[in-house]
């Protein structure tokens, strides 16, 4: 989501979608911490140099390893 936006301004943009008024709140407590993780590997990938294939290696490894929330 960073794409082209400084980390401060993808954040606000990414958090503003989540308070959608048909957002249930357990909706967007999931949605505000996966946004969280994803600014975290984000941040990371621009530290290490990652490429988008590692970028996406990351997040996969975050899905399976119960590091994003899924409503169920």
């Known amino acids: 989501m960073?794409?082209?936006l400084n980390s401060s301004?993808?954040?606000e943009f990414g958090d503003a979608h989540e308070s959608h008024?048909?957002?249930s709140?357990?909706?967007k407590r999931m949605d505000l911490h996966?946004?969280?993780v994803g600014y975290?590997?984000?941040n990371q990938a621009i530290i290490n140099g990652w490429s988008e294939e590692e970028l996406l290696n990351q997040v996969i490894d975050a899905a399976n390893n119960g590091?994003?929330?899924m409503l169920k």
């Open 2 to 4: 960073d794409a082209g």
């Open 9 to 11: 301004d993808a954040k």
């Open 21 to 23: 008024p048909t957002n």
């Open 25 to 27: 709140s357990n909706a």
């Open 34 to 36: 996966n946004n969280s």
């Open 40 to 42: 975290s590997l984000g």
């Open 67 to 69: 590091k994003l929330y």
